[in-house]
C-alpha cells in the first residue's frame, strides 16, 4: 500500500492511497490544478485514479472533488447525509458516479479493504477511514472535536496515522477570530489540539515504529515544530521514545509528503 497526503491543513485537505489494483483520493480539498500538480509530483498520473472518498462537506475537503470526478470520470463515495450537502456544493455528477459508504461499513475495491467510522465534528455526518491491503493498516482521523474510546479502538494497531494536530491552545486564545469561533474549534464538534492530539495518540500508540502524520494544522493558530514538540512531549511522558517506538511526520498544505510504501 502506497500513500501520501497531497495537502494538508486549514487550506486545504487530500490524500492519495494506492495498491498496485486500485488508487484512491480521500477528499479533494485544493482546486483540481493543485490536485493534478501534486500528483505528478509524487510521480503519479492522475488519469489512473479510480475513485474519490469523501469524509465530510467542509470546503477544506471537497473544493475540488467535482471538478476532479468531471475530468477523470471517478465515482465518489460519501455517505447519504454527506450527500445530500455535496450536492448543494459540487455542481453535476452523474447518477452513476454517485455511491454511497455509510458509517461503519466496510468495503473492498480491488485489493484495497476499506473501513469507515463515525467521528465527531459539526458537519453532517463526518467519517475517518481506514486502509487495509497485505497485512497492513493505514488510519485516517482529522477533524475531530475529541477521540472516543470507539474511535481509539478502531484506528489502533495501524503501521501509520494520519492523525489532526490542529491547533495550539493559547495561540487560539489570542488569535483575532471571534469568540464564537473559538468556542466551535474548541468544542467537541471541532478540532483536535496539539495536546489533545498527543494525549489521545498515547491511548493507542504500541510503540512498533508506527509512522504518524500530523495532519490539519491550522494556518493561523499552530506551526510545524510546535505541533511537534508538544505531541513528542506527551508521548514520551506516556513512555514512547519518539524516533524509536513512534516516527512523527510532518504534513504540508502547499506541497505533497513524498510517496510512502506500507
Known sequence: MRFSVLASGSTGNAIYVATDRVSVLIDVGITGKQTEAALREIGVN???????????????????IGVMARRYNLPIYANQKTWAELDKQI?????????????GEKKELEDLGIESFGISHDAAEPMGFCFYHGGKKLSIATDLGYVSDRIKQTIRDADA??????????MLRMSQYPWSIKQRILSDV?????????????????????RVYLAHLSKENNMIDLARLTVKSVLEERGLKVGD?????????????????L
Request: glycine share 8%; hydrophobic share 30%.
Open 161 to 170: 496515522y494520519i492523525f489532526e494536530a490542529n491547533h495550539d491552545v493559547e
Open 46 to 64: 492522475p488519469g489512473e485514479l479510480d475513485a474519490i472518498l469523501v469524509t465530510h462537506e467542509h470546503v477544506d475537503h471537497i473544493k475540488g
Open 245 to 261: 517506538d513512534v516516527h512523527l511526520r510532518e504534513t504540508y498544505p502547499d506541497r505533497p509528503t513524498r510517496l510512502e510504501v
Open 190 to 210: 471541532g478540532h483536535l489540539s496539539n495536546e489533545a492530539a498527543g494525549e489521545a495518540l498515547g491511548d493507542f500508540l504500541s510503540g512498533r515504529a508506527e
Open 91 to 103: 455542481g453535476t455528477i452523474r447518477e452513476d458516479q454517485r455511491c454511497y459508504f455509510e458509517v
